[in-house]
């Protein structure tokens, strides 16, 4: 394995001692940028300038004496969809590419920068976020560290591919469909999807899918980060009140025993490639022991929630464009994207209310299936990382599957709502990293973030990739 590095909490509290500066710690990390990312294509955008300034300023709160919060000094990516003041967003658009940057953070990006966290950069992303690997006409292909020609995966690739490489510790990600997950389980980190509304957006959202977050090497670093971000914010009307839990404390205390467990290879619509699914499976009876679960043989059968899902987040995917775009720049845009467009241009209200129906048929179903259990665990993918041009394949098991079903795992927890997290479950033989996917029912953010840290503490994985020349 390559190098390990400092978790973004080790960092933090070095600099909060004042044993190492946050300067010190940006201008390490800048260099590790210069030096790997065009092997990765992972940042499509570095502001040094900015990132000593804020890192100075880190330093001064702690030459007076002050706190500068629990990510003193860390250094972190932005995803190219969030917005990031003094930064382009792109949102991995040619559309978009020659725009200047934003005059203000993303509520997010505001709170890690209160938390004294440092942004450095943007990192790529396939066009408004629409595909499980990263590649765009705007900036070209994003590579994993961890497969010569595997993606990192999508829509977060470029901050997958950023942390398991060690660029920076963390880095920010989003999850409308699978968009933090996807990426964790390819790339071997953690990636946490919280409930919808735990930490606020800002903007219109159509499907109400997205929430974001962080991508990770361990779990008390995405604990700290709900910790430090979650929250109500009144330009959210969806963000949910503030809660005294303390999730970094949960991560060790919370009571497992006797929770009610189910694991589910497909989750009764899938196809899973059987190397994934032995993984999973073993680590599953791994986790229930020593967690206590009680793993029971019920089924799980959620029908088809990938068209259900391709459907709602039409909507998305039209609130991505500004008025006047479309069809004006319609050959400026991927081929996916304006196919999609082209597809749902013309829907109208009465299949818009058909899918609000469906929708609600599967949140009963969810519903029904957390009155039964306390958790699920399922393959994060049905597949290990594929090729970083992509397509995704179209063949799992000598099956024939249609397009989303690599990826299919992770959409009902973004249609109902869920909270659930990716972490890694073990290398398949060619090396690549496979995640096991553990959702809890709505709210209970604490579980599976409880759950993940008993599992890497009985099974401790490989936190960075084995990157060659970094």
Same mark, same amino acid.
């Given at each position: 394995?390559?190098?390990?590095?400092?978790?973004?909490?080790?960092?933090?509290?070095?600099?909060?001692?004042?044993?190492?500066?946050?300067?010190?710690?940006?201008?390490?990390?800048?260099?590790?940028?210069?030096?790997?990312?065009?092997?990765?294509?992972?940042?499509?955008?570095?502001?040094?300038?900015?990132?000593?300034?804020?890192?100075?300023?880190?330093?001064?709160?702690?030459?007076?004496?002050?706190?500068?919060?629990?990510?003193?000094?860390?250094?972190?990516?932005?995803?190219?969809?969030?917005?990031?003041?003094?930064?382009?967003?792109?949102?991995?658009?040619?559309?978009?590419?020659?725009?200047?940057?934003?005059?203000?953070? %993303?509520?997010?990006? #505001?709170?890690?920068? *209160? $938390? =004294?966290? +440092? @942004? &450095?950069?943007?990192?790529?992303?396939?066009?408004?976020?629409?595909?499980?690997?990263?590649?765009?006409?705007?900036?070209?292909?994003?590579?994993?560290?961890?497969?010569?020609?595997?993606?990192?995966?999508?829509? %977060?690739?470029?901050? #997958?591919?950023?942390? *398991? $490489? =060690?660029? +920076? @510790? &963390?880095?920010?990600?989003?999850?409308?469909?699978?968009?933090?997950?996807?990426?964790?389980?390819?790339?071997?980190?953690?990636?946490?999807?919280?409930?919808?509304?735990?930490?606020?957006?800002?903007?219109?959202?159509?499907?109400?899918? #997205?929430?974001?977050?962080?991508?990770?090497?361990?779990?008390?670093?995405?604990?700290?980060?709900?910790?430090?971000?979650?929250?109500?914010?009144?330009?959210?009307?969806?963000?949910?009140?503030?809660?005294?839990?303390?999730?970094?404390?949960?991560?060790?205390?919370?009571?497992?025993?006797?929770?009610?467990?189910?694991?589910?290879?497909?989750?009764?619509?899938?196809?899973?490639?059987?190397?994934?699914?032995?993984?999973?499976?073993?680590?599953?009876?791994?986790?229930?022991?020593?967690?206590?679960?009680?793993?029971?043989?019920?089924?799980?059968?959620?029908?088809?929630?990938?068209?259900?899902?391709?459907?709602?987040?039409?909507?998305?995917?039209?609130?991505?464009?500004?008025?006047?775009?479309?069809?004006?720049?319609?050959?400026?845009?991927?081929?996916?994207?304006?196919?999609?467009?082209?597809?749902?241009?013309?829907?109208?209200?009465?299949?818009?209310?058909?899918?609000?129906?469906?929708?609600?048929?599967?949140?009963?179903?969810?519903?029904?299936?957390?009155?039964?259990?306390?958790?699920?665990?399922?393959?994060?993918?049905?597949?290990?990382?594929?090729?970083?041009?992509?397509?995704?394949?179209?063949?799992?098991?000598?099956?024939?599957?249609?397009?989303?079903?690599?990826?299919?795992?992770?959409?009902?927890?973004?249609?109902?709502?869920?909270?659930?997290?990716?972490?890694?479950?073990?290398?398949?033989?060619?090396?690549?990293?496979?995640?096991?996917?553990?959702?809890?029912?709505?709210?209970?953010?604490?579980?599976?973030?409880?759950?993940?840290?008993?599992?890497?503490?009985?099974?401790?994985?490989?936190?960075?990739?084995?990157?060659?020349?970094?």
């Amino acid at each position: 394995m390559g190098e390990t590095r400092p978790t973004a909490i080790e960092i933090a509290d070095t600099v909060r001692s004042g044993e190492r500066s946050a300067r010190e710690v940006v201008e390490d990390c800048l260099a590790r940028i210069d030096a790997g990312n065009s092997a990765l294509n992972a940042f499509v955008h570095v502001d040094a300038d900015a990132a000593t300034r804020a890192a100075d300023r880190v330093d001064d709160l702690v030459a007076n004496g002050e706190d500068p919060g629990p990510f003193a000094g860390v250094p972190f990516g932005v995803k190219d969809l969030e917005n990031c003041a003094g930064m382009p967003t792109t949102h991995g658009s040619v559309v978009y590419a020659d725009r200047g940057p934003v005059a203000e953070d %993303s509520i997010h990006v #505001a709170r890690l920068r *209160a $938390a =004294g966290g +440092v @942004p &450095v950069g943007k990192t790529a992303a396939p066009e408004f976020g629409t595909l499980s690997f990263t590649r765009t006409l705007a900036f070209g292909v994003t590579t994993s560290p961890w497969g010569e020609g595997r993606t990192p995966g999508g829509s %977060s690739g470029g901050s #997958a591919a950023a942390v *398991a $490489a =060690g660029l +920076v @510790p &963390v880095s920010t990600a989003s999850d409308g469909g699978g968009s933090t997950r996807i990426p964790a389980s390819f790339s071997g980190l953690v990636g946490m999807k919280p409930s919808h509304g735990r930490i606020p957006l800002e903007g219109p959202s159509g499907s109400q899918t #997205a929430v974001v977050g962080l991508l990770t090497t361990t779990v008390a670093e995405s604990a700290r980060h709900l910790d430090a971000v979650a929250g109500p914010d009144d330009r959210d009307r969806l963000s949910l009140p503030a809660t005294e839990l303390r999730y970094a404390e949960l991560i060790d205390s919370l009571a497992t025993g006797g929770l009610r467990a189910r694991w589910s290879p497909d989750l009764g619509f899938g196809v899973t490639d059987p190397e994934v699914a032995a993984l999973c499976q073993a680590v599953t009876e791994e986790l229930a022991e020593h967690a206590g679960l009680i793993l029971d043989d019920g089924e799980v059968d959620l029908g088809d929630p990938v068209r259900l899902w391709f459907q709602a987040g039409a909507a998305d995917l039209w609130l991505s464009l500004e008025p006047g775009m479309w069809p004006q720049l319609a050959d400026e845009l991927t081929p996916f994207v304006r196919r999609g467009l082209e597809a749902t241009e013309k829907l109208g209200m009465a299949r818009y209310a058909e899918i609000l129906r469906l929708r609600e048929q599967l949140q009963a179903h969810m519903a029904a299936l957390f009155d039964e259990v306390d958790v699920v665990l399922c393959p994060t993918t049905a597949v290990p990382a594929f090729a970083d041009k992509g397509p995704p394949p179209t063949v799992i098991d000598g099956r024939e599957v249609a397009m989303g079903m690599a990826t299919p795992y992770t959409m009902p927890a973004n249609l109902c709502w869920n909270p659930a997290i990716s972490v890694p479950a073990g290398l398949t033989a060619d090396g690549l990293p496979v995640g096991l996917q553990i959702i809890a029912g709505r709210h209970r953010d604490a579980v599976p973030l409880r759950l993940a840290r008993i599992l890497e503490q009985a099974r401790p994985w490989p936190r960075h990739a084995p990157v060659r020349g970094l």
